[in-house]
């Protein structure tokens, strides 16, 4: 099966600046070089630390940054040099669902016309059609008519996000990136969002990029997951395996620091200390090297490339366990 | 009922198994342009000393109010505790007036907020910070600001800041979440208070450092004796570290029982929903849809009649429609606010 999506070697590094006239004093490398393939009507899981690079990876494929280096292949055409009708081809076939669904809504747009946008934008109907299109979507996501003519404050945190998937939906994009989508949200409404995103999912074909920080969530919802670690893929991997057979030092130290719903006395681990440090590291070697407790002396001169262990288990370490 | 002006320092040994606190139908109600909002309606709570209580539910049901009342800081108007009683060793805090409070304030009760980034002051340094609350509590034990600032490096060492000699001239922007989660710890604990009300100490955070951050306060807790109130809605953080558990639901506490029973044996058909809308990876690896509660909470506008959760309740009865339930036992130390337990 060819991949929807092909991310090869993207890089992007933000300049840090320092003193009075703003002169860069070094690089943040938010992305540093990474590798991924979506196939088509999958979730592919990406998770990480805030801060480890995830929504400048998003940006990345959206075109929303540019990156330094590396190509993006979506649905077999060069995202990167794009122009004219085949990048509004492109655009047309992904869109996103953002984290905030307060601040993600336009606040004097109402319901209707926040949902037409995407659709007169690209053009796909006429004014009747495009009507027809606003109501079968609010349908599709469980909202009722009357719903359009309000505005986004009028709304919940939980009916805002299905706003945000309506309009993401309404230009039939083959790949929707969901960036954080239900941190923001309770207990019991973050299940109803989830269950609406897979059962659009199995109707429409859809693939899912899905970020999130939390592992329960992407877990449940993805079938592979890639872990994030200062810009660079760490482990890649189906998710059951993830969690049964964690190989990256990192990955465990994650699924360690997950709290169990499950009342064990004394099961909070001591362990996931100093999982992260702060240093911007000088990039020769891996990046997790300061925090790992398996290092060798080659894990400081030559970071570690993602290789595949087992059949579809992508790790970058070089003493997996 | 009110007590003989402020405690004495050292009068904190009470006899075992007694209550470090008791709240007892406690009413805290908002009066907004809009209308009345009864945000705590009828809330019955106990402490028992060196525990750690979780308070569970979702967003607006009430626990950061049941939080602030407990520290009388309500903003009044709008908000006004109307009735009820929150006995604090034995004396009730409604009762005090500013300057009594102010001695209970931060010294025997203190609070870690939410947002540590946005609850510490970004022009003074962390270390003047921790001093200040020092200073203004333990006047009869430290004299100097020196000395504050002595004990305050001591505060910054305990919580696991590391080099606290460099970083008690630190402003708040120049530390992390995580470590500014910690300031907030050392400048809450720095008074050795007895009770402990952490509000969502870490939502903001990320799981590695949310571990630590459990930790820490788990330590502390074992070290102090102090008792811990953390208000949350993760009910894996409650797994880990508490005893015991109150679930809310607008206003309400509808179910309260030690940890265990309310993993194993939870009751209430919010409490059981609660738990089933939690995604695991094992969940899917059955193929299970995720259970969802249908519905959203009720706002006080449309707030059903009798009980509250009848609209989303899947087990809901014609009593459930006409009157809110009582507290019922179905254990010595487990209640629960549902008429289907009445017979219990």
Known sequence: ?321 | MKSGGVPVEGAYDMDAGENLLDIEDLHTYFYTPEGLVKALDGVDLSLRAGHTLGIVGESGCGKTVLALSILRLISDPPGKIVHGRIAFQGIDLLSLDEDELRSIRGNKISMIFQEPMTSLNPVFTIGSQIAEVILLHQRQRVGTYREAFTLALDMLRTVGIPSPEKRIKDYPHQLSGGMCQRVMIAMAMACKPMLLIADEPTTALDVTTQAQILCLMNDLKEETGTSIILVTHDLGIVAQVCQDVAVMYTGHIVEYAPVGNIFSNALHPYTKGLMRSVPTVRVRSRMETLYAIPGTVPTFKDMPKGCTFNNRCPEVMDICRSEYPGVFHAAPDHTVRCWRYRGT
């Open chain 1, 1 to 321: 099966m060819n991949p929807l999506l092909e991310v090869h070697n993207l890089r992007k590094s933000f300049p840090m600046k320092s003193g009075i006239f703003g002169r860069a004093s070094g690089f943040i490398h938010a992305v540093d070089g990474v590798d991924l393939k979506l196939f088509p009507n999958e979730t592919l899981g990406l998770v990480g630390e805030s801060g480890c690079g995830k929504t400048t990876l998003a940006k990345l494929i959206l075109m929303l940054e540019t990156p330094d280096e590396g190509s993006i292949i979506f649905g077999g055409l060069d995202v990167l040099h794009a122009r004219g009708n085949v990048l509004q081809k492109i655009r047309r076939g992904m869109q996103v669902v953002f984290q905030d669904p307060f601040g993600s809504l336009n606040p004097r747009k109402k319901v209707r016309s926040i949902i037409e946008e995407p659709m007169i934008v690209h053009k796909t109907g006429t004014r009747e059609e495009i009507r027809e299109r606003t109501f079968q979507l609010l349908d599709m996501v469980g909202l009722s008519q009357d719903m359009l003519h309000r505005y986004p404050h009028e709304f919940s945190g939980g009916q805002r996000q299905r706003i945000c998937i309506a309009r993401a939906l309404a230009i039939n994009p083959s790949l929707i990136i969901c960036d954080e989508p239900v941190s923001a949200l309770d207990v019991s409404i973050q299940a109803q969002v989830i269950n609406l995103l897979t059962d659009l999912q199995s109707r429409l074909k859809l693939s899912y990029l899905f970020i999130s920080h939390n592992l329960s969530v992407v877990g449940y919802i993805s079938q592979r997951i890639a872990v994030m670690y200062h810009g660079r893929i760490v482990e890649l991997t189906q998710a059951q395996a993830l969690f049964e057979r964690p190989l990256h030092p990192y990955t465990q130290c994650l699924i360690e620091a997950i709290p169990e719903p499950l009342p064990r006395p004394g099961a909070l681990k001591q362990s996931a200390v100093s999982s992260r440090n702060h240093q911007p590291h000088d990039r020769v070697g891996c990046a997790y090297l300061a925090s790992c407790t398996r290092s060798r002396k080659e894990c400081s001169q030559a970071s570690p490339k993602l290789t595949e262990i087992e059949t579809g288990h992508f790790v970058a370490c070089r003493s997996p366990e």
